[in-house]
């Protein structure tokens, strides 16, 4: 089992930034893929942004160049640096983690409870 724990949203006004962040406890954190999805309402949710635990890292196109995922395994942490942030940002955000054998962009087991990011215009 894994435990996950996102903390940092809030609202911001477009252009700005937000950095979220994931605390995770339980078995092997560092063994796993990592992941931030959104839902906006109304919408099914999707994939923002994927590290591996080998490291390598996985953009959707939607938020390449402005959203950044590091990892800090002696914390057992997984953060999501968003910057230039547009009202369409505007989400529930969720981190995850999953099987190293799964796709980064889809396959995961654990899940946070999700933490709100409002952009206004």
């Known amino acids: 089992q894994v435990q996950l724990v996102e903390s940092g949203g809030g609202l911001v006004q477009a252009g700005g930034s937000l950095r979220l962040s994931c605390a995770a406890s339980?078995?092997?954190?560092?063994?796993?893929?990592m992941g931030w999805f959104r839902q906006a309402p109304g919408k099914e949710r999707e994939f923002v942004t994927g590290i591996s635990w080998t490291g390598s890292t996985y953009y959707a196109g939607s938020v390449k160049g402005r959203f950044t995922i590091s990892r800090d395994i002696a914390k057992n942490m997984v953060y999501l640096q968003m910057n230039s942030l547009k009202p369409e940002d505007t989400a529930v955000y969720y981190c995850?983690?999953?099987?190293?054998?799964?796709?980064?962009?889809?396959?995961?087991?654990?899940w946070g409870q999700g933490t709100q990011v409002t952009v206004s215009s």
């Open positions: 339980g078995r092997t954190f560092s063994s796993n893929n």
């Open positions: 995850a983690a999953g099987s190293p054998k799964g796709a980064v962009y889809s396959n995961y087991s654990y």
